[in-house]
């Protein structure tokens, strides 16, 4: 996804991101490597005009955010970073091998009533009530969360802190594709992977010869070459529980599984490779067209959320000026493009690839997390997406699902759900 680069325009201001940024970057366990990042001028359109362009010269930038919005980006940078160095907590009490039997317990784990609070409100009231100005709020808080999460500032304020961690931390991609860290992850941990999909999970008691009868779970999939399945002592479920998303059927327990009835958000994305028509953005001469992502304020006449360069995965080659040459162009909208939307969009087009798909929650505070724990042994990950979906957000959660797992099974009850841990951590050291 294309970020907002406010932070190469504030690193300058705070000496620690790029210490944060190379700790990030260190070279992968799995044999991957950071693919070169690749810089393209945004602008924020508000469907008349462009509230915000950036300019190629560092100086214009700062000069132009401070004019319209003062102190307010400075000041957001400081709040997230806030809230960041709190949730980075997480990867100092997993290496403890702490676990969390909730996403709330785990929430407050780190950042006490003030994380769980978030939830409660939207990213609007948070930030209102953090002293931002509506201005700020609306043209340059508000497109981060539109090409995060498709949906404005009415999500919980969580996700949105989370989103503009995101605008802020100078994100970068797996040279070759994000996708090899699922495969690379794969290889590394030695699963024994079976291409199916489970259809259904049922609890089982098997007598054993020796003593006392055994529980497990008796999972049902469907693979090419049938419907088949086996029993498990422990199940994980790493996909989202719902309406049209993971269909799983829970049979025969008691007392039931929990329904997952919160919606999930539709965006669609279309990938165009052709030729940006830049007077669709009020510009009379193409020419002085240079912008590569171009992100948008709340307007019910827009039909687009978010358009971005989408730059090769081996990294090869910047197109300086995007909207003079073909290059291909990654588009979200709530709905499919028509034909004319798609014409007025682009002068000139070639080929168009169109995914439409249930991305991330819907989210309407006061939000209410699902289990982790859905039965003795099962576990499900997903329902941490309802406070925030990321690729990170996930991993800490199977982290904690299987540290959870583990300590369940060995009865480990001084690592689960400890309160006070950030102090009890600090007078470990
Ligand atoms: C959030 O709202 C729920 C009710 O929806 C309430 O039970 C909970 O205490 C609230 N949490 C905080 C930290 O205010
Ligand atoms: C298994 O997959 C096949 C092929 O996709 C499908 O026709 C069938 O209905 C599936 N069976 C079940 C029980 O889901
Ligand atoms: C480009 O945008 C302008 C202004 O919205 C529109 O009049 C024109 O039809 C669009 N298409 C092309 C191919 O120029």
Known sequence: ???????????????????????????????????????????????????????????????KLLWHYGLNPLRMYMWVEEILDKFMRIYRYQTHDYAFSSNERLLHALGGNDFTRMLNQTIDEAMQKAGFSHKFINEMVCPAMRVNYGQGVTINGFVGAVSLAGVESGLWSVKGGNKLVCTGLLYASKAEVIPGTVVSIEPKIRPRPTGDPVKLYQVMYNTTSGLTGDTYDIVVIAAPLGHKMADITFKNFNPPVPEFPNPYHQTVTTLVHGRLNASFFGYRDPSAFHLGAIFTTENPKLFIRSLGVVSPVEGAGTERNPSSQLAVWKVFS????????????????????????????????????????????????????????????????????????????????????QEDLHEKLKTEL
């Open 1 to 63: 996804m294309p970020a907002l680069r406010l932070t190469l325009l504030l690193a300058a201001l705070c000496p620690s991101l790029p210490a944060r940024q190379a700790q990030r970057r260190e070279p992968g366990r799995i044999g991957l490597s950071v693919a070169p990042a690749q810089g393209s001028l945004m602008g924020i359109y508000n469907g008349e005009e462009f509230v915000f362009e950036e300019s190629s010269w560092y100086l214009v930038n700062l000069l």
């Open 334 to 417: 709530q709905e499919e493009l028509s034909k004319e939307q798609l014409r007025s969009l682009f002068s000139s087009y070639d080929s168009i690839q169109v995914k439409k798909w249930l991305a991330y929650p819907q989210y309407s505070p006061p939000e209410r997390l699902p289990p982790i724990i859905l039965h003795d042994d099962i576990y499900y990950l997903n329902g941490v997406e309802r406070a925030a979906s990321a690729m990170e957000m996930s991993a800490i959660a199977a982290k904690n699902a299987a540290l959870l797992a583990y300590h369940r099974w060995y009865g480990n009850t001084h690592l689960i759900d």
